[in-house]
């Protein structure tokens, strides 16, 4: 089993720049299926960005051009790069992993949570205007 820990949210200006890591207790292996997902109080839980076991990415539409996900060289840190923050961003952002390609729930989009096994608690991002 897989144990993640998210880090890197705060509070920022839109138009500013994050970095949130996601540290899991092992190595994610090749087959693997890890993602970014973010929760605003009241809305379903939406996915953000995911990469899958080929290095293949997918992303939502409301954030192309401005996230980037990737992880280091020994595959025990999962990142998300955002930039041009806007306020909508504004949610609670967790990691997740499942032991299965993306492509297997999902063509070309960010799977749906509930297809991720593992889970962090979240860390929050707050946007402000």
């Known amino acids: 089993q897989v144990q993640l820990v998210e880090s890197g949210g705060g509070s920022v200006e839109a138009g500013g720049s994050l970095r949130l890591s996601c540290d899991a207790s092992?190595?994610?292996?090749?087959?693997?299926?890890i993602g970014w997902f973010r929760q605003v109080p009241g809305k379903e839980r939406e996915g953000v960005a995911a990469l899958d076991g080929d290095g293949s990415t997918r992303y939502a539409n409301s954030v192309k051009g401005r996230f980037t996900i990737s992880q280091d060289y020994d595959k025990h840190t999962l990142y998300l790069q955002m930039n041009s923050l806007k306020p909508e961003d504004t949610a609670t952002y967790y990691c997740a992993a499942d032991p299965l390609h993306c492509h297997y729930y999902a063509v070309d989009d960010v799977p749906p949570d509930y297809n991720m096994d593992y889970w962090g608690e979240g860390t929050l991002v707050t946007i402000s205007s």
């Open positions: 092992d190595s994610f292996a090749n087959e693997y299926c």
